[in-house]
């Protein structure tokens, strides 16, 4: 069920979300990043039914949303870069990862340390403080599934039975950044709208775990880079190069997809538009502006699954700022399936 937050009926609605959560339910909630699937964070019982619900694999961790530093600091322990992390970017799309304290192992996966993170987003802090408790919470699809930024995706992934808090779409579109502060230097193991420029900024140098590479050449950074990812049903290829051999090899291949009967879809730039004549097309965004495309992203490969294409044809993006994640999200729903012209 969705419930709307609009001024009228707000804090009835988180009161009654918030009772869920204390009673060992689920409930589907806003960030800034995308929708996230909650639950009490100090229950295992509750914890599990995340598992349950998503189809997520029992070894993958899930990060546990706070509504500030006096709450974090029960859960983790902060070193004093995680501490100045936090202060420089919470609230914020930044998850944490630190040496867990006194939370059950279902939330960790077993693992000596759990991401932490302040969401950015008014809904999600009124939940948390309403329950009183730390919210372990991951994306709000179905494993394997895009991370949902509209209440409409939980729901279509989740069904009606779960409570779904709707306050429109996700200002960001992809999700948090993660870090993990245990290691010397500091390693990304996730790229987000916080950047590693953003963060050597602050505690300067830091490393970043393979965002390019095919996911089986390597040993898996963060337990949940292994399994494919933000994948729609359509077979996605990544085309990069310059912008004209690009728009010349995506007409070829979707021209080949249409004579073998297949529903191919350009995902192209503003820009370059202009090159595709009348192919069936939906615009990423300018090649200007990373953040149109990642906020539009997860939505543009559902969209196509429910319109029932077959082929998704993606026009890199620069990797510049949040493009960056934006690339690293489409290598994954492409599982590595790139062409370099
Ligand atoms: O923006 C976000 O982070 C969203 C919203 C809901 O906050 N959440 C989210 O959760 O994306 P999820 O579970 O879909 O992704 C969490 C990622 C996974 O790749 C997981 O393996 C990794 O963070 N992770 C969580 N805890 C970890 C830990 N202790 N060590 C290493 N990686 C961890
Ligand atoms: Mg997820």
């Not at 349950?52 to 902060?78: C, L, S």
Request: charged share 20%.
């Amino acid at each position: 069920m969705i419930l709307y937050l609009d001024d009228r009926n707000y804090k009835e609605n988180i009161d009654r979300a918030a009772g869920v959560i204390t009673d060992g339910g689920l409930v589907a909630f806003p960030t800034e990043t995308v929708y996230g699937l909650g639950a009490n964070a100090l229950s295992a019982d509750a914890v599990s039914r995340i598992f349950t619900a998503k189809g997520r694999p029992q070894d993958n961790p899930i990060i546990v949303h706070v509504n500030g530093m006096t709450m974090a600091e029960q859960i983790a322990v902060f070193t004093d870069k995680a501490k100045d992390l936090a202060d420089a970017f919470w609230p914020g799309p930044l998850s944490l990862v630190m040496e867990a304290t006194g939370l059950p192992s279902v939330v960790t996966a077993g693992l000596a340390t759990v991401g932490v993170r302040m969401p950015d987003c008014d809904a999600a802090l009124s939940l948390i403080s309403a329950a009183g408790v730390p919210i372990a919470a991951p994306s709000a699809n179905k494993s394997g599934a895009p991370s949902p930024t509209l209440a409409a995706h939980v729901q279509s992934d989740l069904g009606d039975k779960i409570l779904v808090l709707d306050a429109g779409e996700s200002s960001i579109g992809v999700e948090s950044t993660v870090i993990d502060m245990t290691s010397s230097p500091p390693t990304i193991l996730r790229p987000g709208a916080v950047t590693q420029q953003m963060i050597e900024q602050i505690i300067g140098k830091v490393d970043h775990a393979q965002a390019f590479e095919a996911a089986e050449e390597l040993k898996p950074a963060s337990p949940g880079m292994k399994y494919r990812h933000y994948a729609p049903k359509a077979a996605v290829t990544v085309i990069e190069g310059n912008h004209i051999s690009v728009a010349e090899s995506i007409k070829y291949l979707y021209d080949k997809d249409i004579k073998a009967g297949d529903k191919p879809l350009v995902m192209a730039s503003r820009e370059n538009k202009k090159y595709y004549g009348p192919r069936d097309l939906v615009i990423t965004g300018s090649i200007h502006s990373p953040e149109q495309a990642a906020k539009v992203l997860y939505s543009l490969l559902r969209d196509a699954d429910e319109k029932g294409y077959t082929s998704i044809y993606f026009e890199a993006l620069p990797r510049v700022g949040i493009g960056f994640a934006v690339m690293n999200r489409i290598y994954k729903a492409a599982a590595y399936n790139i062409v370099k012209v």
